[in-house]
């Protein structure tokens, strides 16, 4: 399963600038290559293309804020692919900073949310009924970081735990 996204997201702006941007997403859409393993993992691709089609021009929210930047994507895609597979699909979306956001909603006060930036920094905050967590971890494209394994086994897991 790949998902190729082609150009890095450059600084500049202006309609040719917009348009540019917009046909990388088309190109990124068309190369999707193989079956992804998994409905929730598909459902997940999907929401991060789409995502990539809303978000990608300047001020797509009518706030100002910046477009999706594509290394952002990029790291979000790789941590998708190395999540387990008996998670549900996550809900994605774009930050107005740019970055992508991965979030698992339960129910009030049972979430987990990660956002990923550019730089393969993953910023996450979960609650857990009473309990709150939030902090950073790097992302080396190799694995899941524990903590963050950890903290989608208390949202999902039988007894806090994922198979």
């Known amino acids: 399963m790949t ?10 702006v202006g309609l040719e600038a917009n348009l540019i941007r917009r046909k990388e997403v088309e190109i990124s859409r068309d190369h999707i290559q193989a079956p992804l393993s998994g409905a929730p993992l598909r459902h997940a691709f999907s929401g ?3 995502v990539l ?3 990608s021009a300047p001020n797509w929210d009518g706030y100002g ?16 692919s190395h999540m387990p597979l008996e998670l549900p699909a996550p809900e994605i979306s ?9 979030e698992w909603y339960r129910e009030p006060r049972r979430l987990f ?6 730089s393969g ?25 524990v903590l963050i394994r950890a ?13």
């Open 3 to 12: 998902l190729c996204l082609v150009a890095d997201m450059s600084e500049a």
């Open 48 to 50: 991060l293309l789409t």
């Open 53 to 55: 089609e809303d978000a």
């Open 65 to 80: 804020s910046a477009p999706v930047n594509l290394k952002s994507a990029r790291h979000a895609i790789r941590l998708l």
């Open 94 to 102: 774009a930050d107005p900073d740019g970055e992508v956001s991965i």
């Open 113 to 118: 949310s990660i956002s990923v930036s550019a």
């Open 121 to 145: 920094n993953l910023s996450y905050a979960g609650m857990f009924g009473k309990s709150s967590v939030y902090g950073t971890e790097e992302f080396t494209n190799e694995y899941l970081p």
């Open 151 to 163: 903290y989608l086994s208390r949202l999902f897991g039988p007894n806090g735990r994922l198979a």
